[in-house]
């Protein structure tokens, strides 16, 4: 059993503090334990006052923890103020404790200071020395570096500077930029980015602290901090995404229900279950440039899985199962049969419109159109680490789709097709291209799409094309895959 210890204030509202860490320790099938530094009596509107501990006091419930049960990472939140936080580092020492998160509660989601000026000076001088990693806001951010931040550029410089108070690393949380929420790491050499949509939503509070926990977290569960940062930012855009509004105010990011599935599939790897994607789904998307999906009706009486099994051969790195007359029972077997058939050959395999079997035969992913489930309901149904798949006939549909946690866009159709009664009228290059620029996730071309067209639609800057008939339907099945492969890698 893993153990965390969050040393931080108590939250009476439950979204923040050690209520926050504790949570989201658990979520991460890590044993928490709480060192409590100041009480809190706040809300979703605010903070009406707190009480310090005696910094003693902290001292002790610390060696009291630290010398029996042990921490195999830590995390700090609100030191109210210089002794509190002198005595910490004391006891940090003393320890020999290395997998330190500072998050340097300084500012209020309001703007209010939370430290003062004494206890700046004793974090940097005493505490952030012993951190492996610290993990200010952009108003943490200025107050520790004492410059502006206005873009990227001084995010690097102010990185440069925190860094230089002796932290190993330095994650500046730049949710309060504008754009996407990207958080920047330094690690004393290079700055490294992480994206996330930014989640529209006003139930942000306790966002900080559920970070730096799951960074904990993961360092409890042994895993580097490079490969923590990107699943507790997973984790914290999926408490964003699933929270929902208490109170009046700013409601809880850590809203619980429906953590743990995702949670615990974004943590596989480290509890030795089978390796989960920890990788965005996106990027498991990059290079696969031929998307074939079946169509029993247009493959000249040849079985599915022989169709398959020629367009793996052929180079397809993406199959969709995509039948539909047939009965949940041989889509579930086929489907099977499919995943098997593409895992053997290192491509993905996505099934259309039904989760349920997309779940039943653990695929890869799932493809959903306009009509069918709604983005944020599906991804809460198959958590983080399953690829969804979203149609688009327009740039505000795709740009929807991304912002809701879709991981590609199947956009069409781009030329006349039969193959889907119900596809809309031709959409075209220009539409595709637009499309493709407006979205930070891939595209693929959908519908009419040839060998004689095929160069095209890449000149529209997409990540690959799906098709049904050029392949099912093709004499040749492999051939035909290998066609479209050399063009999309840019061959005649
Ligand atoms: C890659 C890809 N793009 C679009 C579609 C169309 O899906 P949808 O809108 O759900 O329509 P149907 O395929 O269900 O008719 C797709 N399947 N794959
Ligand atoms: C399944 C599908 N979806 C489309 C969309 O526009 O969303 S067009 C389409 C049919 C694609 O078949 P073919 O490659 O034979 O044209
Ligand atoms: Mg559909």
């Known amino acids: 059993m893993k153990k965390a210890l969050t040393i931080a204030g108590s939250d009476s509202g439950g979204g923040a503090g050690i209520q926050a860490d504790l949570k989201t320790f658990s979520a991460f099938g890590v044993y928490g334990m709480s ?18 501990m005696p910094a003693d006091f902290v001292g002790q419930q610390m060696s009291d923890v630290l010398s029996d049960i042990g921490a195999d990472a830590t995390k700090t939140g609100m030191l109210a103020n210089a002794d509190i936080i002198c005595e910490v580092a004391e006891k940090i020492r003393e320890f020999k404790h290395e997998n330190l998160v500072v998050d340097p509660v300084m500012v209020a989601t309001s703007g209010d200071r939370l430290m003062e000026p004494e206890a700046e000076k004793a974090l940097k001088d005493k505490l952030l020395p012993l951190a492996l990693v610290v993990t200010p806001n952009i108003a943490e951010a200025e107050v520790l570096s004492g410059i502006r931040i206005a873009n990227r550029e001084d995010v690097e410089k102010a990185a440069q500077i925190i860094y230089g108070w002796g932290p190993k690393g330095v994650i500046i949380k730049g949710g309060h930029l504008s754009g996407e929420a990207v958080d920047y790491y330094y690690d004393g050499k290079e700055i490294y980015e992480y994206r996330s949509p930014r989640v529209d939503t006003k139930n942000t509070h306790g966002t900080g602290c559920t970070f ?11 895993m580097p901090l490079k490969k923590a940062i990107p699943i507790a930012k997973d984790y914290l855009y999926l408490a964003l995404l699933n929270a929902d509004s208490l109170g009046a105010g700013h409601g809880p990011t850590n809203h619980l ?116 489930m709604p983005v944020r309901m599906a991804r809460r149904v198959i958590g983080p680490d399953m690829i969804l798949g979203i149609s688009a006939e327009t740039v505000e549909e795709a740009l929807t789709a991304e912002k809701e946690g879709a991981d590609y866009i199947g956009f069409g159709p781009v030329f006349h097709t039969d193959t889907k009664p119900d596809a809309g009228t ?3 290059l220009e539409l595709l291209a637009q499309v ?20 095209e639609v890449l000149s529209a800057g997409v990540d690959g094309v799906a098709v049904i008939t050029a392949v099912v339907g093709a004499d040749d099945i492999t051939l035909a895959a290998q066609k479209f492969i050399h063009i999309m890698e840019g061959g005649r």
Not at 212 to 222: F, I, P, R, W, Y
């Open 35 to 52: 060192v409590i530094t100041a009480v809190t009596s706040q809300n979703t509107l605010g903070v009406s006052g707190f009480r310090a």
């Open 212 to 222: 730096s926990a799951a960074l904990a977290a993961c360092l409890a569960l042994g």
């Open 257 to 372: 229900a429906g953590y743990f599935d995702h949670l615990t599939k974004a943590i596989r790897p480290a509890k030795g279950l089978p390796a989960a994607k920890t990788e965005s789904n996106s990027r498991k998307l990059t290079g696969r440039k031929l998307y074939v999906i079946t169509g029993q009706e247009f493959a000249k009486g040849r079985p599915v899985t022989e169709v398959v099994s020629q367009a793996l051969a052929g180079g397809a790195g993406i199959i969709q199962l995509r039948e539909k007359k047939w009965t949940t029972r041989q889509l579930v077997e086929v489907g099977r049969e499919l995943q098997r058939l593409a895992r053997e050959n290192n491509a993905l395999f996505i099934v259309n419109d039904r989760i349920d079997v997309a779940l039943a035969v653990d695929a890869d992913g799932v493809h959903l159109g306009q009509d069918d």
């Open 426 to 428: 031709a959409r075209g």
């Open 436 to 455: 493709k620029k407006a979205v930070s996730i891939p595209v693929y071309g959908i519908g009419g799409i040839k060998l004689d067209n095929a160069a």
